[in-house]
């Protein structure tokens, strides 16, 4: 089967030297599709070009991406291919800079634009514009292939980062979801369609499900 995985962070530009990103280092993404190639599938790999993890890349294609919108580019351009199976792993940011004003001492406001914005000059106030869901366009892309999202939870207990997972389900038509973080604890959870969520204690033990889950049934 032809897998893509993606895997790590994406940025977004404040100026040319400055730029918003997260903590991911594209580790399981890129394990992910290391073990979906040694299983003998074909895998392309889209890895974030600020990903700091540095093990081995087993994949027969490694692509690297920026910004979301640089990733939605690259799986729409895949979608031209035969594609079997999606493993959305990356971590997009979720956020884009809008504009940007300067704040005097006075509190006065003026917009501000620079290739590079003045750390002397005063307060600095950026505006956050979220950016377009990757997730909730995948179905469009890829209208045969196995879509496997992920979501990271923060805030809250198991029993709610799963009802999210659900939720995400529900709303990108997606076939399957894995729900890990700190809300979700130790481990990882993996949801598909009408089924009882299933816990896997460790990173082999998840590849392993998702494996059996592209299996013929």
Not at 60 to 66: C, D, M, N, P
Not at 181 to 187: E, L, Q, T, V
Not at 188 to 198: E, K, N, S, W
Request: hydrophobic share 40%; proline share 6%.
């Amino acid at each position: 089967m032809h897998c893509l995985v993606t895997a790590g962070p994406t940025y977004e530009p404040l100026d040319q030297v400055r730029r918003l990103t997260n903590f991911s280092t594209g580790r399981l993404g890129t394990e992910l599709a290391n073990f979906l190639t040694d299983r003998g599938h074909r895998v392309t790999l889209l890895l974030g070009q600020q990903a700091t993890w540095g093990g081995g890349r087993r994949a027969s294609r490694v692509e690297s991406f920026t910004t979301g919108r640089d990733l939605s580019e690259r799986l729409r351009a895949l979608a031209g291919e035969p594609v079997d199976a999606v493993f959305h792993a990356a971590a997009v940011g979720d956020f884009a800079f809008g504009k940007v004003w300067l704040q005097t001492p006075l509190g006065e406001r003026r917009e501000v634009s620079a290739a590079k914005f003045p750390t002397r000059a005063g307060t600095l106030l950026a505006e956050l514009r979220p950016t377009p869901k990757i997730i909730a366009h995948l179905r469009g892309w890829f209208p045969t292939a196995q879509l496997v999202g992920w979501k990271f939870e923060v805030e809250g207990d198991r029993a709610g980062a799963l009802r999210r997972a659900e939720g995400q389900l529900a709303e990108t038509a997606t076939d399957a979801c894995v729900v890990n973080g700190p809300a979700y604890g130790d481990g990882f959870g993996l949801l598909t369609r009408g089924q009882t969520p299933v816990h896997r204690p460790d990173s082999p033990g998840l590849f392993a499900a998702l494996a059996d889950f592209l299996a013929p049934k």
